[in-house]
């Protein structure tokens, strides 16, 4: 398969417990993004690497959040200290070119659940 | 602030008929806008897109069409087909500046056979 791909697929934590995903982009993809989305709403930005420089951050990704991409080919993004609203599916995806001139492909998402 | 949109948040059609989603946005600065199809337990898969430089664009059986006066976005599916079934997100950007899609909060279309 060589699409977005994201592991773990389903997390349950304890509020309190640090938690991390991995998103492995297309490999050819020197752009990769990550998304939050909750039930019935659509997904929201959360940050953006062109290469292994992160060059946007959204106002959501408090200090709770970190993400990397260390060589410029897989991702983490980690939560520390988890809330329970930050109960989400964590969405990867990654294209070649910026999103007004090519799609981003999505992997299918990290569920987190924060007990 | 910058939103997107939609008009329903669910749509039921009969296998066959042609389907029509709409969204509004606020952000008049935005020129490219994108339909995303997802699947319960998928990420979102890219339909179809438009510059606001257009008002139509086609695809396999898909059609979205762009009224920039009054900032509405539509996908039309013809011959909805049970597949089709799915949430569909409207998503909007800038050609420049910022890199990130501003999502829709979606419309489940329920395909009945």
């Known amino acids: 398969d060589t699409g977005v791909s994201q592991d773990p697929r389903h997390k349950i934590t304890k509020r309190g417990q640090n938690v991390t995903f991995r998103c492995d982009p297309i490999?050819?993809?020197?752009?990769l993004y990550w998304y939050r989305q909750t039930l019935g709403q659509g997904p929201e930005f959360l940050t953006y690497?062109?290469?292994?420089?992160?060059?946007?951050k959204s106002r959501l990704l408090s200090d709770r959040f970190s993400a990397e991409r260390p060589k410029g080919s897989f991702s983490t993004l980690e939560i520390q200290r988890t809330e329970q609203g930050d109960s989400a599916m964590y969405l990867c995806?990654?294209?070649?070119?910026?999103?007004?001139?090519?799609?981003?492909?999505f992997g299918e998402g990290s569920r987190l659940t924060v007990l | 602030g910058e939103s997107v949109g939609l008009h329903l948040p669910t749509l039921s059609v009969q296998e066959g008929d042609n389907s029509i989603i709409n969204c509004a946005y606020s952000n008049s600065a935005s020129d490219y806008f994108i339909w995303y199809k997802q699947e319960s337990g998928k990420g979102p898969q890219f339909i179809i897109d438009i510059r606001s430089n257009m008002d139509k664009r086609q695809g396999q059986r898909v059609t979205v069409l762009l009224n920039k006066t009054v900032k509405h976005l539509s996908l039309q599916i013809a011959a909805t087909q049970p597949g089709d079934s799915a949430v569909y997100f409207c998503a909007e950007t800038r050609a420049s500046g910022s890199e990130k899609l501003v999502f829709g909060k979606g419309t489940k279309l329920t395909v009945n056979p």
């Open positions: 995806a990654s294209s070649l070119l910026e999103p007004s001139t090519g799609e981003l492909f």
């Open positions: 490999s050819e993809h020197n752009r």
């Open positions: 690497f062109q290469n292994e420089a992160q060059l946007e």
